[in-house]
């Protein structure tokens, strides 16, 4: 592609997230315009992260994405003509994500990367691991943040619909110079950078009060949200607009003006999101059912083979998965289940033997839950 065509595209991409959303955007120490080899980091607040922070920078630093993402063929045209992109898989090394990192830093090139992996599921901050210390160590170069508020409660990850101009904040700083890296232990790292990329979206607006005035905000809750509040029932809950019903309980919770939950003891994804992981254990007492579509996915170049739609059974007795197409019905061991992953909104992916799985699911969240928890219990 030519590079008129990409600086085409680029504005027309840019044009349409400030349309999209309202940005606010502080540069505070950080030059948009250098051309050197930095880490850019963020927290991984909704799936348009990387794209809007990119979008601001004359030179934007590559980012590093869940390889998953360009299963997806518009995607993949985005991730690779676009904003190039470096695929990698969640919690693999990968020695040529790290060739490419390589290359990419000796040609003055920066690198994008966000440590938590997954954008936020319920709004706050998830877990990062240690090796990003080790990978800002090894290249000693500076390390610049992109600290976003405001971008979960515009466009949640489970959502079906964006806020209309929802505000999101952007704070660019140098988090660490390059040369001082040496001064500072790994454990310093990795504490100054976890306690950086902290966030909470609904704690933020309960004390900012920035008007939301979502449209259709509740829609596609219910295939993260699985237990109902009130009367702990679970795969019982629906949405409309900006509603949460439960089939037992009527209508329940709905979101307000700033995006925040009324109508329950608490008014965040967070908490309620504690409460379901809790009730885990009795809901594994009986078989768990849900259904969807099923893919193979080939890692070299990550084509899909649609392998139709399929209902499935989650036994925690057995610690099986079992999958029931037209053709056939396979069993997974759970225990042999490796590389768990939830990807974009609805999309469960995991190894199994010597083959890579992807499935389009109804209910992605008590899947993912069900099974994280059915392996660290054993």
Known sequence: MNKLKIYIIRQLVKLFYRIKFKLR????DFNPKRKDAYFLIGNHSFLHDGLIHAMFLKKYPFPIINSFMFTNE????????????IPKRKGQIDISTLREIIRIIKNDRGIMLFPEGNSSFFGKESDIPFSTVKLFKKFKIDVVICKTNGAYLTSAR????????????????TLFKGDELAEYSDKEIYEKTKSALTFNDFAWNREEKHLYNPNKRALGLETYMYVCPKCLSHQTLSTKDNRIFCDKCGEIAHFNAYSLLS????????????LQKARLPKILKNIIYTS????????KDYSTEDMGYVDMELNSFSNNLFIQNRDQESKFDLSKIEGLTLTRKKEISFD???????????????????????????
């Open 263 to 274: 109508g329950l003891e608490f008014d965040n994804l967070i908490e309620w999101d504690k």
């Open 25 to 28: 955007v502080n540069f505070n």
């Open 292 to 299: 969807g579509s099923m893919f193979k996915v080939d890692v």
């Open 158 to 173: 489970w959502g079906k619909k964006a806020t209309r101009r929802g505000l999101i904040e952007m704070n660019y700083y």
């Open 74 to 85: 518009k995607m993949k045209y985005i991730l690779t003509k676009v904003i190039y992109s």
């Open 352 to 378: 199994y033997k010597k083959s890579t799985y992807l499935f389009k699911l109804e209910d992605p969240m008590l899947i993912y839950d069900s099974i994280n928890f059915l392996k660290e219990d054993k």
